[in-house]
Structures are given as structure tokens and as C-alpha cells.
């Protein structure tokens, strides 16, 4: 059972109507945002050295984002951790969206706004610098294609398919150069 579901389980009556919201994000750049984090990041130890330990060190070298993909899209889904788990299944449930409304960290500010005037709520605080180089550039057609095949369903369900083509037609300008 995926978070969500086994927090639904442990919510009152009263809890389960409080109106809830979740946040996605591209699969194809949370998964260059995952290899940055853990490889080539400056931070703390657990982090660092999470993928040591995790399936018997399977990701713990660094050789490089290809090789990282192909690992990755390697490892059966429900052995995938948090990071690079599958998003729809934390927010879907047989077929039916655990939340209430869906955004998109691409659109966080825009999509953010309309909850936090309805409900009263902070502004977002900023506390996780991203790094600021084109996810795109770390991609070939051969390791878009393979996120494409693993997250597919993220990418159907939230609306990421115009992203995808516009990967591939990156990839294909930039080797074209």
C-alpha cells in the first residue's frame, strides 16, 4: 500500500473530508533532480551515502546518468525508493485520486495560489535550493525513451506527454548541432 493510501486508513471520519492537495513534478526532471542530489550534491551524510545501503549499494557508484537510468528502470517498481518511486502511486488508489486537487511543481506558485487564498494559507516558503542547469541536457534518446517506458503512467495521468516530446526534440536539435 502506497503512503497515502496507509495514511487514508489512519484518518478520522471528520479528516477524511479536509480538502487535500498534492504536488507532481516532471518525471524526467525529478529523476535528473534524484541523481544530482545523490551524487553530485553537497549534502548531509545520511543522504550521501543512502545508495550505499540501498538494495545491497545497487546505486551507490556514480558512473555517470545513463548508467543511473538504466539501474533505475531496472529495479522492480515496488522496491523503488521514495525519490524515484512512481508518483501516481502515491496519489491514486485502484483508479481513484486520493486528493483532492493535483499540481504540478512546474506551475507550483500559479497552482498554489487559488488553495492559498481559499483557505487562508502561508505564502510557500523556499527551503530546497535546485540546481539550476536544463534537466534536458542530461538526456539521450535512448535514456528518454526508457523514463518514458518506466514512468509512463506518470506521464499519462499527470500530463507530462507535451514534455516528453519536447525532450526529444531537444535531444534530436542538439545532436543535429
Do not use: W
Not at 515496488?78 to 491514486?92: D, G
Not at 486528493?99 to 506551475?107: A, L, Q, S, T
Not at 525513451?145 to 518506466?150: E, H, I, P
Amino acid at each position: 500500500m502506497n503512503e497515502l493510501g496507509f495514511r487514508s486508513l489512519l484518518l478520522t471520519e471528520e479528516q477524511k473530508n479536509y480538502y487535500s492537495f498534492t504536488f507532481v513534478r516532471n518525471p524526467f526532471d525529478r529523476l535528473v533532480s534524484a541523481y544530482v542530489n545523490k551524487y553530485k550534491q553537497d549534502i548531509d551524510y545520511y543522504e550521501k551515502n543512502f545508495y550505499n545501503n540501498y538494495l545491497f549499494g545497487y546505486l551507490k557508484n556514480d558512473n555517470g546518468f545513463e548508467d543511473y537510468v538504466e539501474r533505475v528502470c531496472n529495479i522492480p517498481e515496488f522496491l523503488l525508493e521514495k525519490h524515484i518511486y512512481p508518483q501516481y502511486k502515491y496519489v491514486y488508489k485502484d483508479g481513484e485520486s486520493l486528493v483532492d486537487f493535483i499540481g504540478k511543481y512546474e506551475n507550483l506558485e500559479n497552482d498554489f495560489k487559488a488553495i492559498q487564498e481559499e483557505y487562508h494559507l502561508y505564502p510557500l516558503p523556499h527551503i530546497n535550493q535546485s540546481f539550476k542547469k536544463d534537466y534536458r541536457d542530461y538526456y539521450t534518446l535512448k535514456t528518454a525513451k526508457k523514463v518514458y517506458k518506466k514512468y509512463k503512467k506518470d506521464i499519462e495521468l499527470f500530463g507530462y506527454e507535451e514534455a516528453y516530446q519536447d525532450l526529444i526534440e531537444y535531444i534530436k536539435k542538439k545532436s543535429s548541432n
